[in-house]
């Protein structure tokens, strides 16, 4: 109990609270707790919030070896840490520079209160998001079309954005068979997507180096994987010689996915409200019992 009192009284002396306040502390704090929300929602929508998280576990170790006096993990930190702030920087160097462009943009004003701004009913992306991704698939499987879609979750995408060609447009079938159609100028590389809109096409994505994926998958499976090892989403691949859709997450590679598959995957990661989840089931029940009963 006296280390916890001795610590925080040695690192908390230095703090002024002031007797009284003004109308121009008052402002200070508010412009201060506003930049400091606008510093964390861009860390939430960028690689850097995983970094955060990583930086929380190690001073939650750092904190334990000040409060058990650890001096040989304290004197490494120290060490350490000169280095470790400017590998940070070095890292964050794309997500930094694109925040910084963006303080330039028109936009920028009325981009900062849109975070969050998608309905908790319908979650991630639409049901009609999902029919119009399955039927997509299927159909260019059918005509042996190759394709390779991008699902954005929690990680953005916006490093590998800029490769490609803004499209901004709803998630349509025809619009994901328009794109990657033969002799097409928007049919070589990924697509993206981000809610219930194609974002952009045309992508570059890193290829995957594992060396256990099969020699008879192209660099468009590679690529689908590839993007799966570094972020969360999820990858749609169509295989132009086959026709069979696979799907790549979080390294893995699922080959000959059935379309009740698909849906039930992208089902999973929608986000949709737990009630309308139990009336979508009920209502896939009802429509199975009745499909038995027209049956017999």
Same mark, same amino acid.
């Given at each position: 109990?006296?280390?916890?009192?001795s610590?925080? @009284?040695?690192?908390?002396?230095?703090?002024?609270?002031p007797?009284?306040?003004? #109308?121009? !502390?008052?402002? $200070?704090?508010?412009?201060?707790?506003?930049?400091v929300?606008?510093?964390l929602? *861009?860390v939430?929508?960028?690689?850097? *919030?995983?970094?955060?998280? +990583?930086? &929380?576990?190690?001073?939650?170790?750092?904190?334990?070896?000040?409060?058990?006096?650890?001096?040989t993990?304290? *004197?490494? &930190? +120290?060490?350490?840490?000169?280095?470790?702030?400017?590998?940070?920087?070095?890292?964050?160097?794309p997500?930094l520079?694109?925040?910084?462009?963006?303080? +330039?943009q028109?936009?920028?004003?009325s981009?900062?209160? /849109?975070? +969050?701004?998608?309905s908790?009913e319908?979650?991630?992306?639409s049901?009609?998001?999902?029919?119009?991704?399955?039927?997509?698939?299927?159909?260019m499987?059918?005509?042996?079309?190759?394709a =390779?879609?991008v699902?954005?979750?929690?990680? #953005?995408?916006?490093?590998?954005?800029?490769?490609?060609?803004?499209?901004?447009? =709803?998630?349509?079938?025809?619009?994901?068979?328009n794109?990657?159609?033969?002799?097409?100028?928007?049919h !070589?590389? &990924?697509?993206?997507?981000?809610?219930?809109?194609?974002? *952009?096409?045309?992508?570059?994505? #890193?290829?995957?180096d594992?060396?256990?994926? /099969?020699k008879?998958?192209?660099?468009?499976?590679?690529?689908?994987?590839?993007? @799966?090892?570094?972020? !969360?989403?999820v990858?749609?691949?169509?295989?132009?010689?086959?026709?069979r859709?696979?799907? &790549?997450?979080?390294?893995?590679?699922?080959?000959?996915?059935? #379309?009740? $598959?698909?849906? !039930?995957?992208?089902? /999973?990661?929608?986000?949709?409200?737990?009630?309308?989840?139990?009336?979508?089931?009920?209502?896939? @029940?009802?429509?199975?019992?009745s499909?038995?009963?027209?049956?017999?």
């Amino acid at each position: 109990m006296e280390k916890i009192v001795s610590f925080t @009284s040695k690192y908390l002396s230095s703090v002024h609270i002031p007797k009284s306040l003004i #109308p121009t !502390d008052i402002l $200070e704090i508010l412009i201060i707790a506003f930049l400091v929300y606008q510093v964390l929602a *861009w860390v939430r929508t960028s690689r850097a *919030w995983n970094l955060l998280k +990583g930086v &929380a576990v190690i001073l939650v170790f750092l904190l334990i070896a000040v409060f058990f006096n650890m001096s040989t993990i304290l *004197w490494i &930190a +120290g060490k350490v840490f000169t280095v470790a702030a400017t590998a940070i920087v070095v890292v964050l160097q794309p997500e930094l520079r694109r925040a910084l462009e963006q303080l +330039g943009q028109k936009n920028f004003l009325s981009g900062l209160f /849109s975070f +969050g701004a998608t309905s908790a009913e319908e979650g991630r992306f639409s049901d009609k998001t999902i029919n119009e991704i399955v039927k997509g698939c299927y159909e260019m499987g059918r005509a042996r079309t190759g394709a =390779l879609i991008v699902i954005e979750q929690d990680t #953005p995408l916006l490093e590998y954005e800029q490769t490609g060609i803004e499209v901004d447009a =709803l998630v349509t079938s025809q619009l994901l068979v328009n794109i990657f159609e033969h002799n097409t100028p928007l049919h !070589d590389g &990924a697509v993206i997507l981000r809610g219930n809109r194609v974002t *952009w096409a045309t992508c570059y994505l #890193p290829l995957s180096d594992n060396m256990e994926l /099969s020699k008879e998958l192209g660099t468009r499976h590679r690529a689908g994987v590839g993007i @799966s090892e570094v972020t !969360d989403c999820v990858t749609l691949i169509v295989s132009e010689e086959t026709g069979r859709v696979s799907v &790549a997450r979080a390294g893995g590679l699922t080959r000959n996915v059935e #379309p009740d $598959e698909l849906r !039930d995957l992208l089902e /999973s990661i929608q986000k949709k409200d737990k009630d309308e989840k139990k009336l979508r089931r009920k209502k896939k @029940s009802k429509n199975k019992v009745s499909e038995e009963e027209t049956g017999v």
